[in-house]
């Protein structure tokens, strides 16, 4: 209904016009940038052609869904679901295409883990004859499927899952069964209410010998099985399976929880490419080494760190545009009582949240991109069994997820702080993104708890370098035996880190050998139990991860084949600095006790910092435009590219809040609560 | 429905029987620390009387709200604002009752500005006549107010409000109107849908001199304003008011927008106790000294450190309870293959996450109590308008607000991450509390920008102790010239952290000094840009806000009248190391630049805090079970009291879940979301 609002427009100069003024003063080559960041899988031309797809189609209009009900967003997530599935089909999407669709929707799909962990554990584990039988149902998805690992009870130590598949020798069958209530499985996807076949991990009990009724445990091994009905879609009999309800965020997700009752299933349940148990006789047969998911983890983590940069990237779009646009107080030191406000951005403390933000993103970017690189380098390797390579990548990788995942789930709440009061409200674009994202650091490996794998090979390439025995395993070995040997014979000199970058990118790896080499003393010569040294361990971890991040961004702009215009190696160089020295000045003390920084230097590191983030400043917007995040995925009104800050905010709460169709009964006395709605009370009541 | 999960119990040891293990291990006097912490306006008693009426009314029922859509939760939080105000009739509930209905209830009220800001307003700046004529209406709830000040384009800087209330001689009247977008009113809660009133700070603007067509602004005034009509409860003609649409948190809240287009209010509007304009010659009378506020302000700022507190006790009563409940891994250094799993609060990376943030629910106690306490005492000093002992205690409430709301919000999320795959679950307890609790960061004073106002007062106070004219104006220049004759006359004596607790204090204080010393340097003698220094300036308040929440749990442990147990006062020493050592590990240097604590002594703080938490570990669930925090407010199945944490979640999924009730089409060629639910896609779209 047009009203007398419709002609006001915001004070000038309006968010249009700041932002184009940030744009033409930068000289950041935005294309090139862009280029350079997203070329990987064609990912820039992908995302516009999906793009124009959901962009049309108002199924995959966002602006309102955060009104609605749990029930609800997981039906609009099926029906997305759905969608996207008949698109694939109707387009002909390749798997890359499919991933982007489901990245811009930016909702998590109910098929997800039928997409994934189902299928990809039917295909690593089914024998022949089984993915002959259940690939085809599963790629028609008459079976939808979920992955039923985790119980209740039990999440990383999966040797204490409880759950039972006892061999019956009689009937030739499985029998599932859940002893106790920890036993139930939960949180897995997918399994709610949407699948009609789970993967089941159950401990394999055998009997102790032939006939005996004592049994013994082979462990957890996988199942397949269908546990609803195909017409019907209810739980079969024997079988209590749901939704667990809502969650901080995912609420288009069903996880699930799924229990068994004696529930029998056929000798062919059991996936049998790598283990089996002899339909007649009862014979186990033992799983050949598992190292082969080592490779396909390294890949999954690459991953994580290149979705890391774009939360990050995400994140900080919003922050320095929408910080730009917004005005705040004029210069206090100004004599001028008229001086104009100041864009938010240009306080220190504003940019102090959200520019290391920026250059972290970046930092993140090439290590997700030379992981990328490692990992195809040494296919070849690993397919032929051979893990050598493996070993290390998988240590660093762990600290990495761990590393990263938690640099990008913060920069989410740290952005929406340095917003202020819009920050809080619904058009900030950040809610679902910090809901959601917030999985990341406990999922595939809870943050704290990896950061002992890195360590634990990090400290066992020390001890090998402090035996010297042999030739050293790997670079890591090498290292340690350069840090052991200048440590013995003089100390370092500490490093120029002001005057060359590749001093920062040694500061950071002497630190990391520090690190290790103290806590190797406490393991191996203080012989200090492992739990006791969880925390340090975790520093370790950190430290090396650190000095990835950074060795890795410095590779990228020095390298032979690193091909950027001089404009755009200068901005990178800029953003490469602000990264090290935010990192460095908080840990300082550390880069002081390894000898590698002078404390003249950590005392300069916060000016220096300042002197870095206002050289970016002016270059902020393009720096963020060049991340090429569209406003479809943003879904903010305060990081929306054109600027329109505040009238987006108004068109959404005056013309898009369903609350105000409604008229309320405020007084007291009454226990009507919508105007003339009568018992509503009640209705309210029966939802409680 | 009955089913075989009804049977189902958790393995052993279950929950309850591992928490009254912890119960019975530890010798913390619950009773007298309850006592200790809770006995200020009888907060204890109040607490149970009220909790008795809300917990056997279904409508204070909060295990299924998580379900509901924005709109339904508005209209249960006005069911259930009315509900609480009828049974404030009812019981004659005070204030105070008042208050803690609010806080179990814990669900903002739609209510809420009327019951505070509005009232307030009109009773400190309407006059005489028009308080006689608006108070009985106001506590009658005939009118429902809120407040509108903060705008779409303004917020912290209130002199840039764009809304005017321009002065028409002729009509004797006032022109309120919103010229811009950014004018309109924004944030203002209890506006959106509840209020029929409201008090509008409006740009005064009079004819620059009688006659003159040309207009001066005054600055902001208040102004009391009808905004809806009684009966049918519409907006009033030339008025635009509504709710903003969701927000992070405070579902049950209509913060809304407000705009004038030209409309006409009478003259009696303006609240003009202090400041108004004569009705018949248009003559413009002065505002009083507002320096009153500074008072309220002070009390206000108690409250929210005493809310903080509970807060933080919230919170770390959730993750300790779960932790001990919860079991993961075998001490790895264990040679017994059937080792028992491990509590997870017996690992160091878990301790480290939570129990210094039990430390600080403390700390932050005595703090809060503190100001209180000197807050009763220079009333009497405030009344008759000496306003000497108010300026110290509003500079340092500033950077305490900062500080101690940026702890207690960060504790949620990182008791959180530290509870694992069910921290991120609807059975937490954290999500409402952490989506409602991260306002508080930003409103009262973002965190950020408050800090200059103590780092503000400091530095004047070290200016005038270096001039070292006069008598020291506050115990803080004492202290500034006590620092300044030390450091010319000699290097102080580095303190015996470890060996005297008042040596912890002391260190404390002088790296305080220590910062605000530097930063006087910087502005005064090197002529540095107030925004240039900023980010140090926040640390010139955070250091200052710490010193003082370690002097005052000092003070409260070792003062005559702390009469406390011998055993207790052990336990609460532990926890004041614990805080101050934490606190000091994470920025160790500062200690070491300001010449407090020695390398070696910093160096040896990692161990000692584990130590610390070694001690208080089997004493975690008795010092929070100590906050008394009931579970009507919890809302927690990981933090129950008896223990019962997977019983808990699997009610809440298998038997409260609405989502359960509804079967759905899982195949993506069929439109069909619901299982014969026809064209429910339609329904949805409807919706986005």
Redesign the interface.
Known sequence: MP???DN????SPDGTTILSQERSQSNVPEDELAKHLLSRNDFLGRQQRILQVLEKD??F?K??????????R???G??R??KL??YQDQYRWDEEDVSMSQYLCDDVS??MVHYTMFVTTVREQGSDEQKAYWMPRIER??A?GCYAQ?E??H???VR?L?CQARWDPQAQEFILH?P?????K??NGTM?????HAIVMAQLLLPKSQGSSEYVSKGPHPFIVQIRDMK???PLP?I?V????????YAPM?NG?L?F?QHRIPHSAMLSRYSMVDKNNGTYFQPKNAAVVYGSLTYVRAQIIMHARLIMARAVTIAVRYTCVR???S???SNDPKAP?LAVL?????Q??ILPLLATAFALHYTGEAMHRLYETTRAQIDKGDFSRMAVLHAQSSGLKSLCTELAANSI?TC???M??H??????G??QLNNDY??K???EG????ITQQTASYLIKRMQAAVSGKDKPQDEIEEHCRQYLSERKSHRPDQLRIFDKDEDIVEAFRRRSRDQTYRAHIERNERKR????L???L?KVSHSESQSILVANFYDALNSKDASVSPTLRAHLSTLFRLFAFYTMDNE??DFSKANAVSEQD?DAL?SKI?ELMAQIRPHAVKLVDSWKVPDFLLDSALGRYDGKV??D??N???R?????E??????????E???GGGD??KK??A??
């Open positions: 009203d007398f609002t006001l427009k915001p004070a108002p199924l209009n602006s309102k869904q955060m009104n609605l009900s749990r029930p609800e997981y039906q609009l099926l029906a679901a759905k599935r008949r109910p098929y998805m008459e939808i985790t209740l009870g999440g990383s130590n204490g409880e859940s106790t209530l920890t036993a139930s939960w949180w709610g209410r949407t699948a009609n019907t879609h209810l024997g209590a749901g939704d667990i309800g809502p969650k901080y965020g069903d929880y229990l009752d005005r705040q107080f210069d206090r030191d406000e240009d306080y220190p403390t504003v102090i949240r709440e929406r702080r340095a202020g009061g920050g809080f409200g619904g058009g900030s950040y809610i917030l999985s650091p406990t999922v809870d943050n704290w708890m139990s492992w739990n006791s969880l925390i340090q975790r300082a003390r950590l916060p300042q505040y009238e905010l108004f959404r709460a005056h898009l809040n369903p609350l105000n409604i008229t309320f009964n405020p007084h007291y006395k009454s226990e609560i919508v105007m509503d009370l309210i009541l939802k409680l």
